[in-house]
């Protein structure tokens, strides 16, 4: 299989634990993409990587979460000091744009947090 | 920030019938725009991809159109199955940012 995956796909940990989830995208992908998503809503986009550059980061990503991509290839997402409400599933998706400037994302199957 | 509406919010519909599902954007600077159906409790499947070259594409029995001026994309589901029960989001790309704006969704159940 060639699409994006991720690891675990479920974590439960307790509140004020650290967590780190990982992220491979589609190999010949450079740009790669961590959402948020909380049940009943869309996906709510986290950070952006362009090959080994974080290039974007919202303002959802507090200075508890670190996100890397340490060789523009696999991404780690962490999360320290664990709160009940970063209760979500995580997504991660990846790209390569055209030369007309389109963004095809293709996501991974998301790892689940629960913090108690 | 870009504000995506998906109306509407859910639909269930018997086997067989055509449907659409509605889509807008508060702000018409819109490059792309992806549709997406997603499993309960899985990850995002990507249906279509609207190019910024393009108004429609077609995949199958989907069918799916942008009309930026409006700030409008519709999804076509041609002959629904049982099968297609899932929520299908839309998503548009802007021409300032990296990140996909999405909607809430449509839960669509087909019934037998």
């Known amino acids: 299989d060639t699409g994006v995956s991720q690891n675990p796909r479920h974590k439960i940990t307790k509140r004020g634990q650290n967590v780190t989830f990982r992220c491979d995208p589609i190999?010949?992908?450079?740009?790669l993409y961590w959402y948020r998503q909380t049940l009943g809503q869309g996906p709510e986009f986290l950070t952006y990587?362009?090959?080994?550059?974080?290039?974007?980061k919202s303002r959802l990503l507090s200075d508890r979460f670190s996100a890397e991509r340490p060789k523009g290839s696999f991404s780690t997402l962490e999360i320290q000091r664990t709160e009940q409400g970063d209760s979500a599933m995580y997504l991660c998706a990846s790209s390569s744009p055209t030369s007309g400037g389109d963004n095809e994302q293709f996501f991974g199957p998301g790892t689940r947090l629960t913090v108690l | 920030k870009q504000e995506v509406t998906q109306i509407p919010a859910a639909l269930s519909v018997p086997e067989g019938e055509n449907l659409v599902l509605n889509c807008s954007f508060t702000d018409s600077a819109i490059y792309n725009l992806q549709w997406f159906r997603q499993d309960p409790g899985k990850g995002l499947t990507s249906l279509l991809l609207?190019?910024?070259?393009?108004r429609e594409q077609t995949s199958g029995r989907l069918n799916a159109s942008l009309d930026k001026s409006s700030g409008r994309s519709t999804l076509y589901i041609a002959a629904s199955q049982p099968g297609d029960s899932a929520t299908y989001l839309c998503a548009g790309f802007s021409n300032s940012g990296y990140a996909l704006n999405f909607g809430k969704g449509t839960s669509l159940l087909v019934t037998p």
């Open positions: 190999s010949e992908h450079n740009r």
């Open positions: 609207i190019q910024s070259s393009q």
């Open positions: 990587f362009q090959n080994e550059a974080q290039l974007e």
